[in-house]
């Protein structure tokens, strides 16, 4: 029984940690793809919504990697995504920075802030 319940503590250790860093490496890919779509999007729109994504993910990571930890997890990208996969991902990654956008605008008004 001790066995099992060190074995279910270990679990439970490692298992927030592992969601961490997939979620590090999530925002990672996110900022390169922001940046990469900011500088190279042929419209003035998507160029802008990428900077606005990148920025997003740039608080987002700089709040939580230290300078090594951050360079560890640009490495981990490699070469970044293939051209069918960038638009899609990129897609996902400025929904995601909305969707939080949104929800800090409903809290902010429920807090008696802004319209």
Not at 29 to 37: H, P, V
């Amino acid at each position: 029984m001790k066995t099992l319940i060190l074995l279910c503590g270990a679990i439970a250790g490692v298992l927030p940690a592992t969601a961490q860093a997939q979620a590090n490496g999530d925002d990672v890919r996110c900022l390169l793809l922001s940046i990469g779509y900011s500088s190279a999007a042929k419209e003035a729109n998507s160029r802008q919504v990428a900077a606005m994504t990148g920025a997003f993910y740039l608080g987002r990571v700089s709040g939580r990697l230290s300078e090594p930890a951050l360079a560890a997890a640009i490495r981990a990208q490699g070469k970044g995504l293939p051209a069918k996969q960038a638009e899609p991902a990129m897609r996902a990654c400025a929904a995601r920075a909305a969707a939080a956008q949104q929800q800090f605008a409903a809290s902010a008004k429920q807090a008696g802030i802004g319209g």
